[in-house]
């Protein structure tokens, strides 16, 4: 495996604000790793330095070389981020919204049909306005958008939040299936559980600092609970 995305002591601030500091971690290809932490750990704002929503210091590099300025550059480069709130939009279908990750141009092998081969829910509603889902199925719809721009690296931000058991089931076996597809994932999640049965490892954030990292099992340990507090 060779590295996709790495951190190199990488800050993150907002208006002077400090919520990272120092933090150093590598994602391979093809590999699911799980961002973990207590809330106000730094996780989301692990995921939204990439595109230099903060104010970044340190280095951050796709394929070894740094990321660009713009905002579209990591996506350019096959790194899509699956936000915490869907951002669906309610005066587009269903099909509509998943065409949207057409835009970053990239070709591969995610198609509005095959998304909806692994969705059904959404095939059947293709033609309803995409807010008209239920909260599950909008993240099925946010997952399926991401796809569409072909991502190398797909970033997911507490996709389980606020969903059903059963529906929390079905977004696991179908992350299973894009993993198995060569894509590499990196889950910021609270429900640790979809991480033991998702990624192959972890990595642990508590106050903005990197404070550990391992193989999911080790998630089991007191002592890994004690120290990230989960």
Known sequence: MSTLLEFNGVGASYQGAVVLREVSFAIEEGETVGLVGRNGAGKTTALLSIFGVPTVTGQICIDGRPIGRRAYD????????????????????VEENIRLGRASRRTGQWTVEKVFELFPNLERGRNRPG??????????????????????????????????????????????RIRAAGTALLLVEQHIGMIKKTAERFIALRKGELVGGGAVADLDKREVQELIAL
């Open 74 to 93: 990591p996506a350019a480069r096959g790194v899509s981020l699956v936000p915490q709130g869907k951002r669906i939009f309610g005066n587009l279908t």
């Open 131 to 176: 807010t008209a889902l239920s909260g599950g199925e909008q993240q099925m719809l946010a997952i399926a958008r991401a796809l569409l721009a072909e991502p190398r690296l797909l970033m997911l931000d507490e996709p389980t939040e606020g969903l059903a058991p059963v529906v929390i089931d079905e977004l696991t076996e179908a992350l299973r």
